[in-house]
């Protein structure tokens, strides 16, 4: 073949021109089909709900939840210790290094410009009529309230911190003052006063959204972290609070899992997914899969035992207070939970203590009896044996666990059916909480008649109906006889930790009482003194001499606020350390 | 014809003509009388006849050999010896769009040849530069079978993972990344690295970390056929191990341990009570083998002076020495050149390769194995041993916490089944027309694919549970996952060129456009297989389809464009002034609309000072030549698609962890109903921009004693602006990780390249060879705000503090080591309270912690605070070295060859963690115990033995700090390696030739024959992970490397 060198050379110049010719701008803008951009979103009303449903997301997070608010709430009080790889908090030694408190830092960070993002973009939904002007003020009341809250747990936790107000910040502004945290608190949970629906108006469907009365219940403890106790009041007696939120007859009722969402919580993080045994990480990042609350459970039931009760804690209710077993139980007592007892029939029905009894298992071969044996030689019910206590297959545990966290009567812990994460809410605010900080408010403006008034509101319900006039612990955390306490802040205080104890505010508001109020508190009840290694219980079944896992670490004068966490640091530097960090 | 009949006497002229490097015969060689028309070539003897004048002049002359000119005097046998070319100079070197003699060449080109890639057998061509082109630094990241290997081209301009890596071109086709391994080094004739602006500017926003231009053998066009077969066999022996306690001392430590912890935390196993009863668990031993690696060539290769052909299929096999470890790979090339028409011709490169590749014990995991404990009593009741007799495999006791989380990964390497697969194809075709003397028109045209597909299944496993029922937990279910992917990767280029010289001057002219396309389709899931053989998606339950992560797409399509406009002028003047001139125009998809072009440019000058006539008559000095360049280049490598988009995300599904959505409603204990989430996972910003690099580089080229020695001297200094990188984000932005153009950083540093070539007589050859390149880098700027970055990218080593191992000050090297200051151990109570005294006068409560006691680590309380915090860590050193090198040693003598080949880094540390876990009891982050060395089991710290650098042991060291990341893990990282030593063997001609074959050529060589090192853990060539220069230098059980013996095989028909 010829081929034509005059014609070929035409045609080449002219390819070699094609191309730029081609080369139209949509060739090098390439469409993303595989992330959503801001054009593709918030065209509809869903949408913009749906980015206030993910500033609520922020919470479902055990590192946040458990690992940060739940153990700086009831570690740091030494009511509860832990057994497993956080054991630095039962002696105050917890590390700027330790992970889950960046997790926390950060998701109160995301969640924070979440809500600063939300405030923004639901303003715009609102002028162009993407959302009605009722469900924009709602959501964003709800993005005030979730951003006030973030505050009020960061602030409470590692004191001040820096305020993040705008959608897009560079994220390197250093620490504002504890104080001028809280006003923000206060600030934002004002705004999400107005703005919020009433807990009489919100639809049933959307239980578990922020209401008024939660904002007025935020408000009132932020007012009292700036010493305002008249303001803290102001808000306490809202009728949102007052009118729309009740004591439930009966505190066993308040854990349990029947009972989630009920007319005493004002807020609480929702879990959705019953039953599960997936270990997919779900229970940690923001999934509904669940809680972990089986691992607070003995080792002997669940495998875990992961958080464990100080024994003077049990002692330390006075006769009488059925919030004692609701709270902390140990050898020889029973769990009382009405959902476990309806669906187990109580300890004895889980199946790892059948088959447990049945084998004669032993959980360290050092026992002496089957550690399913009761003390009457008949299977177990009680949560271990008074002559032979359930302290895990390391004997490391101090025999006593929390009923508070032993109420989901779907799990099973890593035995039987191995169901080990649940769904059960966890509660941050209820109105209990609300009425004792009340007292305090009083306490500290003069009013010790409407401070104790407030206190029988929660002593009466304690004790089933009548409290006795006279308030007093049971015993010493060694056994001794107590006296009677008189002091109204103190009596505030023992109500506190007798009330709220292995929930999620106990030492905040120790710590929300004043400098040193906290260490003093915590020294009395235990008797905290400068050993830094878990000593020998002095009292009870649990006194054999041998060490079980109760510390008796006095709080360092530092430590009453956690340390920044050290990642956070690294990545702005101008986050200053707590001291003693 | 006539004239010159009757002027001259004319008379027969005959001889031998022979390499100056062998001493064989060279065939086909071109002799011609000078000045008249006769010519001839030299027949397979390498023997000539010729008829010329007397007094006439001989010229002989053949590719890739110095032409000669021989004047005939009054001899009629003529032998000479055709020394090889004198690379420095006369080869063709590939440039971008183009090629030119080595000498005309203004930028800064390293070559490496065929000849110098078969010394060494290699797997991939990345290895065949390791020290042989200066200011290259290749690091094998481990030595596992088909292992990545890091490529750093002056140095570390980025801090993007894979952000450094070069642009690799194969025959004109620029590759993307990671594709350079399916190319069977046995295919390459030329390996070009374009290092300088000048070079590389032609290239644009790919060029900034350097250009590799690969060249693949074509045919010739002697009329010829060649077949070549080459084959060789590697015997791998067994790594070097850590010296490790057996289940003796391991139980013993335990008791020890046990009865001496203050929390009566940890307890031992009942049986362990007696450790003379136990069996020994030797992981190191069952993990590690010994390895065999194969591989097979096949080319035929020829061609006339119309159609030339090369066409080769290669076999390689690699057993690894780490159990489940192989790589193989099949490869089929093909070159097609044809010119139907003086001013017409094309060319094509085809090439595919089909690779397996299996590491189920990869780097890091490799730590694993040596921190089981050695024992498995207790805990499968069929069998304490790690795989017995009937096929049972232990397992650790599923009860006891402190060893129930480990695994017994012969048994997951032995029953878990794996596959990653892929498939390959490179094809471009170009086709040049001369259009008029001179100028040039060329299209150029091509694809390449790139197909995964890759799947994993683990049978369900219900050993634990049968043996000791619910208390052993859950039972493993099984798994299937498959992952599949591909790449489909267009490109065309025209363009024109116009190389003329009038008189003095010439010019060489190219420029033209080009527009690439890529691809990318995957999808990828896991189900649970409803029994032991199916493997299909479809067939299991519990299908979950892997989520897109902002920047990984594992479902989808992404596109990405390029569409740049391209054009060089260079201009000499008699080949003694040169001057080029490049610039490009590129725009990229990954930018937004309005941000995505750039231009990148660069100038050079070269002067050839030989060519001055004060030099022409010095003798010694056969070639001197300056060159300096400066040039803005650009990168883009590291930076995700739609960076700049404002990105909103709904999260995983409502079951899955990760969603962004909550479930209102709920009352009692009924659920509530689940209402989806949308959160922004990344905000907008089109003001992205390509990462700029400003070059300057100042060269020159010597050679001496007629070009047998010769030498390279480069000083450079590159400056990187701008660098892309999605970094690790202070939480109150609302983001982890944001995109953006994070900083600068500059390299600056001088190169070396020595080479000495001489025939000592035709029996006797020397081949010698240095590079040496030094190279100091400094982070210079971060716009963030921060003064330091952080490692970051995915090395998780667990620990009390070790999420921070790496820190970069500005003015610092990358990756520089940052943590304590290890000065020591606390060897007395009054020691201790006096720290604790000192502490409590400055307003601390303890020197470091309430718990530390005599016996632990000491540090250096670097800020004066009196208390350890992390306040006190300090830069510990840096993973980069100093300089580094390679010197070859070669030579030969009659027909034996011989080759030693050295490499050697001075001057890095390197970050020993898997020391730290040798000397770590606890598992760290995890409730369990692990295995310790000898050295630390014979040596810890006891009231009654004292040790100043083997701490106390505890269960849980996180109450005493002892395993911080601080200086006692810091080592020296220098080493000089005997890489390769080939001794070979060609066969006689005579016998060659009686099996009618032209070449038999045996040889034997050993890989990795010694290394010289102070460093103690198992293997110091260690390199980045995952690409990505904040954590490199970093030994957390890399796979390590052993000797190989290889016996080989060339034959060439």
Redesign the interface.
Known sequence: MK?N?KY??IA??C??M???L??K?N????T???????D??FQKS??V???V??I??GY?NSDLLKKSIWYYANFTSHDWFN???D??WN?Y?I???F?AL?TF??NA??D???A??ALEIIATAKTKGVVTAELGNRLLGEAYFLRGMSYYYLAGSFGGV?L?LK???????PRNTQAEVFAQVVADMKQAETLLQSKTVLP??????ATKGAAYAYEGSAQMWLGKYAEALTAFNNTELTANYHLLPKFIDVHE??????DESLFEI?????GS?S???????????AWIDDFSWPHELS?FGYDYGNPGLEYSYQTGDLRKNATIIGPGDQNISP?IIAKWGGIKGY??VI?GFKNG?KD??AQKYGSFVGDDGNIINTCGALRQPWYG????RSGFYCAKKWRDPNLTG???S?TIFG?Q?QILMRYAEVLLSRAECKVRTGDIPGALADLKLVRDRAFGGSAPAVMQDGLTYDGKATTPITDPLQMVLSEYRHELTGEYSLFYLLRRAGPGVAATFIQKNYGTDAT???QPYPYGPTADG??H?VWR?SL???HDILPIP????????NLK?N??? | MLVSMSGYAQSKITGKVTGADDGLPIPGVTVKVKGGAAVTSTNTEGTYSITAGSNATLIFSFIGYTSQEVAVGSNSSVNIKLAPENKALNEVVVVGYGSAKRSDVTGAISSVNAATIAKVPVTSLDQALQGRAAGVQVTNNDASPGSNITVLIRGTGSLASGGNTPLYVVDGYPINAGGINNINPSDIASIDVLKDASATAIYGVRAANGVVMVTTKKGKKDGGAQVEFNAYNAFQSKPKQYDLLNAQQFATLANDVAAND??????TL?NWASPSSLTNADWQNAIYRSGLTQNYDLAIRGGNEKVQSSTSIGYYDQKGIVLGSYFKRITVGENLDYQ??K??KSATSAKYSYQNLNNPFGTGNLGNINQLPPTLDGGNKLTSQIKDANGNYGFFNP???YVAKNNNPIYSIETNQYKNINNYFLVNSS?E?T?FDGLK?K?NGGITYTGYNGSYFQPSDSRKIDQY???A??SGTALYSQHINSTFDWL?E???SYDKTFGSHTINFVA????Q?SDYNSLGGSVTPPNNTIKSLSQGTNLILDA?T?GA?N?????????S?FARLAYNYASKYYLTGTVRRD???QFA?GH?YGTFYSGAVNWNVKKESFLTNVNWLSGLKFRGSYGELGNQHGIG??TY????????S????????????????S???????????Q??NDNIRWETDYVTDIGMDASFLNGELSLTVDYFNRKSKDFLLNI?????????TLPSNVGSMVNKGWEFALNYNHAVNSDVHIDLGLTLSFIKNRLTGLY?????I?NFGGLGLTG??W??FT?TYIGQPIGEFYGYKAIGIIQSQAQLTALNSAAQAK???FYY???TGVGDRLYADVDGSGKI???DRVALGSPQPKFFGGFNLGGSYKSWDFNAYFYGVYGNKILNYQESNLESFAQR???SIENVSKQYYNNYWTPTRSSNRYAAVHY?D??YGNLLPSSAWIENGSFLKLKTVTVGYSLPQDLVKKLTLSKIRVYVSSQNLFTITKYTGLDPEIGTQNANPTQNGVDNGTYPSSRFYTIGLNVVF
């Open positions: 081929i060198k070929f050379t080449a110049l390819g070699a094609l191309i730029p081609s080369c701008k060739f090098l803008t390439q993303n089909t595989t992330a959503s951009n801001a593709a979103t869903q949408d709900v749906a980015l449903n993910s609520y997301d479902q057994d497993g790889g054991i630095a002696n030694t590390s700027p290094t992970g960046y830092w950060q960070y995301f924070i410009i979440r600063n993002s820096p993040e959608s897009n910040p560079n994220g390197l502004a049933a469907t959307e239980k578990g959204r899992f029947s009972n989630q969402n009920n929702q879990f959705d997914i019953q045994q270990w997919d990480g779900g229970w940690q990042n923001g999934g509904e899969v495998g959902g199946q790892v088959d298992t360290n071969s297959d390391d004997l490391t890593a035995n039987g191995s769904s809410n830094v290694t878990p041998k060490l896992g670490t360092p004068a530092n050290q990642t956070a640091i690294g990545l702005n530097p350390q001291p003693g960090y | 203050p929390n009566k935390h940890f307890t009942a139907p028409t001013w017409l009860i006891y916490t086709l027309a259009i028109f299209t029922g619910a208390a937990g859950a065309w025209n363009y024109l033209g456009v080009s527009q396309e897109n902002n797409v479902n989808g399509e992404v596109k990405r464009s390029y569409a406009q725009g990229s998809s609309p995505q698609d739609f988009q404002s990105l909103y995300s709904a999260g995983a409502a079951t899955a962890s990760g969603n962004l959505g909550y479930a209102f409603g709920k009352v009692g204990g659920n509530g109903t689940y209402q989806a989430g949308v959160a922004s996972i905000p907008e690790a984000a202070s939480p109150q932005t609302g983001y982890n963030s705000g921060t003064n330091a952080s009390d503090g999420s921070e820190r307003g601390n409560d912690k309430a718990t915090t992390a306040d982050g995890s409730v849980d996180t109450d």
